[in-house]
């Protein structure tokens, strides 16, 4: 499949509405740009965690099994301040769009349930959930308002049943995508006539991946990033402004 060339004639916003409008299944699928309107610094902005620190060691599992501690003493602000983080305009916009019938899914690589927070009702996280968490040692099952005074203390959890370490149900670098999330997202984006990615680079997978099977099942694609990614070349319409795009949509539905 080769990219469609002349990106200049895609930034038009009136096409977006136009595929919108024409699409009866449209997925969106979102970044951590759309959680940085909430405050959240993203990985690969221009202000983001990237520039200051490895992000992808805070999330490394062969470094969380050797030292937890790294992990709860780097991460209180990207997973456990979230009580005080509000859902930003693009997740609002996102579920009254799903209300309105104009977005059926939200696949998301992110891990705030922000989206949920918001209203969306049917979101695949195909990076886990920072929601739940288990132990490492026996299993026990936990929620993020058990384990989230400790964890924002830069403590590590502890089990209650047996003292063994808390591990979030969040997919770190080195483990697998969740299964039952990843068949969900390639069902939603194989049958999707249209999918609008939002706030992200595309360039991590295998979640980059269901833009390739929406692609390969005939579906057409939406950028919306103030980066370029390599989708924009196979892209239908561009934007660089999810402001924009927000606006845009509340007045065309």
Not at 10 to 31: C, H, P, R
Not at 188 to 213: E, R
């Amino acid at each position: 499949m080769e990219p469609s060339i002349n990106l200049a004639d895609k930034v038009s916003m009136g096409k977006i509405i136009e595929l919108m409008k024409n699409s009866d299944y449209t997925i969106a699928f979102t970044g951590a740009g759309v959680s940085t309107f909430s405050g959240l610094k993203d990985f690969r902005g221009e202000k983001g965690l990237g520039k200051i620190m490895e992000p992808e060691k805070i999330f490394d599992i062969h470094i969380f099994n050797s030292d937890p501690s790294f992990f709860y003493s780097h991460a209180r602000e990207l997973v456990y301040d979230l009580e005080n983080i509000r859902p930003s305009l693009v997740h609002m916009e996102l579920a009254r769009l799903e209300k309105a019938g104009a977005v059926q899914a939200v696949i998301t690589q992110n891990i705030d349930r922000l989206h949920q927070r918001a209203g969306s009702k049917k979101v695949i996280e195909v990076h886990g959930t920072a929601e739940t968490a288990y132990c490492r040692s026996c299993g026990e099952r936990y929620y993020y308002h058990d384990m989230a005074p400790a964890a924002a203390r830069g403590d590590v959890p502890r089990c209650r049943e047996c003292g063994g370490v808390i591990k979030p149900d969040i997919t770190f670098y080195g483990e697998s995508l969740p299964e039952r999330a990843v068949m969900e997202a390639l069902e939603a984006s194989s049958k999707a006539d249209l999918i609008i990615a939002l706030g992200s680079t595309l360039v991590v997978y295998p979640a980059a991946s269901f833009i390739d099977t929406s692609l390969q099942n005939g579906g057409k694609l939406i950028v919306v990033n103030n980066q370029p990614t390599p989708y924009d070349g196979y892209a239908a319409a561009l934007c660089t402004d999810l402001e924009e795009f927000c606006r845009l949509t509340a007045e065309g539905f």
